[in-house]
């Protein structure tokens, strides 16, 4: 079957169906169908607006299947035989358009050629927006070669993703979803990463310049930020954090995968950013604000009205729109030279957040031991969106390394972490933020459904810029939390972060319930994990 697959996409490249227009054809004919905004870009609208996470399947040997499939996920790999014959019979028979490009810049560069059937012709905006996220193709690539095949007029009733990570093939049928697209060639990569001895980090990257709060020095440190979609990686990623004093800065380098090394350098895979727009507000994500309304940014999914003008608050349409934004749509200043972050021996140090999002309980912010990173790494705790599943939005929800592309074995990859980060015990710190907030009572009404009844005390943006702002300068005290076992700041500048105190929502009573139902959560989700480290499996009890 593998090398069935692998043949179909290799000999559709030069069949006499398929076109390979250059990237300029690519936007004239995609710029046709799309809505023009008052700043010149394109906004494009999709028939499908989120990933089909619930219909993908990884197919191939025990090393690369999912662990427990849902019975719709087996009933796709039942019919599998049927399915290849029908798309491989159509492939032959309807017109596509296909695009090749290069993952990466340095040591591991993927190429990737990516198939749209253009059956539906303004399916090309799909191969525009797409082509826009990486490089033009090297002529010698440094790494495997991975392929895309999208068919979006496909029945919506057999709409799946199939995944095939032995051979670098993924089909997408029934969707034309940019992000869809996007996470296809990063699944396969993160995967042979990890086959090389690298660890992929569904993480956003930057440097990060702030003058130490002891030694009056500038320090300049490596930042990751982990977080599923819609927590605010890419937020915090692409912000300044008000490091706006001489010699401070940041510099973005990636907003969504990294290929981490054992030596904490990272790879970067891609030279424009995949922005979700929901409530993408100028006063307080200016630097995002201004990339994404310059005119060669690609909206997708986003409301804009007869007039050109874009609201990124409505939701009508979907709480998932996004946008394509090249990295020199920021200043100058704002941006790294290239898309990897050197070793972690190379910087003053590497700053690793963990974002959650949870609304009872859990600090604002922690300050975490190694094994407590690598057992955060693991739980991934965070609520569902609409950019995974919309049909459980706000849903609490684990993913381990807030990654839901991770190929193969989980406790691999929590162990590599865990092994990547503790060889450099002064050089790399580690830090939960809690972008959700604290307040909120839950209650199960007779028919069983959740009641939330009190009003929840969210973190803002600005207030999660000044956490971090506060630890890149080494200014934050920290204390001992009563509860967890962590440490959490004592104060912070430019927030108050006592505001924040449970005892301000909570009876004594109902903390100890809420903190003991979260460790027994915890507990029970780690140790299904049977080959992860044990320091990892202990760090929270």
Excluded at 53 to 66: I, M, S
Excluded at 126 to 141: G, H, N, Q, S, V
Excluded at 192 to 219: C, E, N, P, Q, W
Excluded at 240 to 248: C, F, Q, S, W, Y
Aim: with cysteine.
């Amino acid at each position: 079957m593998l090398k069935e697959v692998l043949k179909a996409v290799t000999d559709l490249r030069n069949k006499p169906n398929v076109r390979h227009p250059t990237y300029k054809q690519l936007r004239q004919e995609s710029e046709k169908h799309g809505v023009r905004t008052k700043w010149g870009n394109i906004v494009f609208h999709t028939m499908v607006k989120h990933r089909i996470a619930p219909l993908t399947v990884h197919v191939g040997n025990l090393d690369v299947r999912q662990r427990n499939p849902t019975a719709k996920q087996k009933e796709l790999l039942e019919k599998l035989p049927q399915t290849l014959k029908l798309v491989h019979a159509y492939m032959k028979r309807v017109p596509f358009v296909c695009i090749e490009r290069t993952m990466g810049e340095s040591e591991f560069t993927p190429h990737c050629t990516f198939f749209i059937s253009t059956q539906l012709k303004e399916m090309v905006r799909i191969a525009y927006a797409w082509a826009t996220l990486l490089a033009p193709p090297k002529k010698k690539p440094r790494g495997p070669k991975f392929y895309f095949v999208m068919i979006p007029e496909w029945q919506s009733k057999d709409m799946q993703t199939l995944v095939f990570p032995e051979v670098g093939v993924t089909y997408a049928l029934g969707t034309n979803y940019i992000g869809e697209c996007k996470k296809a060639f990063l699944r396969m990569a993160m995967w042979y990463a990890k086959k090389r001895g690298m660890l992929g980090l569904h993480a956003g990257s930057k440097l990060i310049l702030a003058r130490d709060a002891k030694t009056g020095k500038i320090k300049e440190y490596g930042a990751l930020i982990f977080g599923l979609t819609a927590t605010g990686k890419t937020t915090h990623t692409c912000h300044d954090h008000d490091l706006k004093g001489p010699g401070e800065g940041v510099k973005i380098v990636q907003d969504d995968v990294v290929l981490m090394k054992s030596d904490c350098s990272t790879l970067g895979p891609e030279k424009a950013y995949y922005l979700k727009t929901e409530g993408l507000n100028q006063k307080t994500q200016s630097l995002l604000y201004q990339a994404a309304t310059k005119r060669n940014t690609i909206l997708e999914n986003v409301m804009v009205d007869y007039l050109g003008n874009v609201d990124f608050d409505d939701q009508t349409l979907t709480g998932n729109g996004r946008g394509v934004i090249p990295r020199e749509n920021f200043r100058k200043q704002y941006i790294s030279e290239g898309l990897d972050l050197p070793p972690v021996k190379r910087l003053d140090g590497l700053l690793i957040f963990i974002i959650t999002r949870r609304n009872t309980v859990v600090p604002i912010v922690s300050k975490l031991t190694p094994e407590q990173a690598a057992a955060a790494f693991m739980l991934g705790e965070s609520v569902e969106s609409t950019g995974g599943d919309p049909k459980r939005v706000g849903e609490s929800v684990r993913v381990v390394g807030t990654n839901p592309f991770i190929i193969g074995d989980e406790c691999e990859e929590g162990n590599r972490f865990y092994e990547f980060i503790k060889k450099y015990p002064a050089k790399v710190r580690c830090y939960l933020l809690n972008t959700g907030g604290v307040g909120e009572i839950i209650e199960k009404a007779a028919d069983g459904t959740k009641v939330f009844k009190q009003k929840v005390l969210r973190v803002e943006i600005p207030e999660m810029a000044s956490i971090i702002r506060g630890i890149a300068r080494g200014n934050i005290e920290w204390e001992k939390e009563p509860h967890f076992g962590i440490l959490v700041p004592k104060k912070v500048e430019g927030i108050d972060i006592k505001k924040f105190d449970l005892s301000k929502f909570y009876s004594k009573g109902q903390i100890r319930a809420y903190v003991s139902k979260l460790k027994q959560e915890r507990v029970e989700w780690l140790s299904q994990f049977k080959g992860l480290n044990s320091a990892i499996v202990n760090a929270f009890k």
